[in-house]
């Protein structure tokens, strides 16, 4: 990979981060990303296509279809981009340590 080509995977992992920022649990006031609930996202080599994991912060969520498409969509929606598999996963258990310092803030929790 060139250094060209570096610059533009970054730039291209940095807007995927954006778009994630933007999906949100509709019963949770704070993102997916944030929330933790993103545990991988890897770009295959021609930048093309995105393969997530992420989970719910419980197996039951009545919200996970929803969520998981506007996650999609919205990757979807990168320039460049014509794949998107996200796989939803369960391990590890997700648990509020896994929330940023940002997201704890605004749900009230002590960091």
Do not use: H
């Amino acid at each position: 990979m060139n250094a060209e080509e570096f610059e533009n995977k970054q730039k291209l992992e940095e807007e995927i981060v954006k778009m994630l920022k933007t999906v949100y649990d509709p019963e949770i006031p704070v993102s997916i990303y944030d929330l933790g609930l993103v545990y991988r996202v890897e770009l295959n080599e021609q930048c093309d296509s995105i393969d997530m994991d992420m989970t719910m912060t419980a197996p039951n969520c009545p919200s996970a279809e929803f969520i998981m498409e506007d996650a999609r969509l919205k990757l979807m929606s990168i320039n460049g981009i014509q794949n998107v598999n996200i796989n939803l996963v369960f391990e590890p258990e997700w648990n509020k340590d896994m929330m940023s310092e940002e997201a704890k803030l605004e749900l009230g929790f002590d960091i």
